[in-house]
């Protein structure tokens, strides 16, 4: 009898155990976790390497507008922003005014195509600097549905060639901060969603999708 009355003790200790490491796993993945995590080691490299690679043609640091002069009577979908932000100014012209650059507009302004591509197309452009990759601060676990997967992570942006203006306030109209003190980095943290499909070979990201502990942050 005591033999028995052991073993179910035991049994019930074991099941107890179970039952609390699922609940803790259960909050991990409703959580995401308390602690600064890493992007999962399988699709770490190949996410990193997509989305360097997406901040260099699609850089947040560029407003894609141009060429410049360009006629005021003509649709402008970004000189509103360009204008507040000093980098291009009006000026009387013979057909009535045009937005043209300002010093620091020229400083500003590229158009050099889109890098190890074979289209040679100029891309109109002003740039406060080259955006890459600065570091992964954070990521929650990966999630999948319908055969896709979501992975949601915070980085910073690394900057090269940084315009001055990024060394004092950045450029507010154009919502890009300032570089944060002592480094290269942006002083802001990006929270954006990777989806992966076919087992990494096809990556996009939406700095709109949120999930987890993060489900109620706001959206840039």
């Keep these: 009898m005591l033999l028995k009355i052991q073993e ?6 074991f099941y107890g155990l179970i039952a609390i490491g699922l609940i803790i796993l259960l909050y991990r993945f409703m959580a995401g976790g308390s602690a600064p995590a890493q992007i999962e080691q399988r699709y770490r490299q190949p996410i990193m390497s997509a989305l360097d690679k997406q901040l260099q043609t699609q850089s947040p640091l560029c407003t894609y507008q141009g060429p410049f002069p360009h006629p005021g009577n003509e649709i402008c979908l970004f000189c509103k922003p360009l204008l507040e932000a000093g980098l291009i100014e009006e000026r009387a012209s013979g057909s009535g005014t045009d937005f043209v650059l300002t010093d620091a507009g020229i400083q500003a302004y590229r158009e050099d195509p ?18 890459s990759l600065g570091e992964v601060v954070d990521a929650l676990p990966g999630m999948e549905l319908n055969g896709v997967r979501y992975i949601s992570f915070k980085y910073r942006i690394r900057v090269r060639n940084p315009h001055p203006w990024l060394k004092q306030n950045g450029a507010p109209t154009m919502k890009i901060p300032r570089l944060a003190a002592n480094g290269d980095m942006l002083d802001k943290v990006y929270t954006t969603t990777a989806t992966v499909l076919q087992g990494g070979k096809d990556i996009d990201f939406d700095s709109g999708f949120r999930y987890g502990k993060w489900v109620n942050e706001p959206t840039d």
């Design 8 to 13: 179910n003790q035991m049994k019930n200790t």
């Design 114 to 131: 889109v890098p190890g591509s074979d289209n040679d197309t100029p891309r109109p452009r002003l740039c406060l600097g080259d955006a």
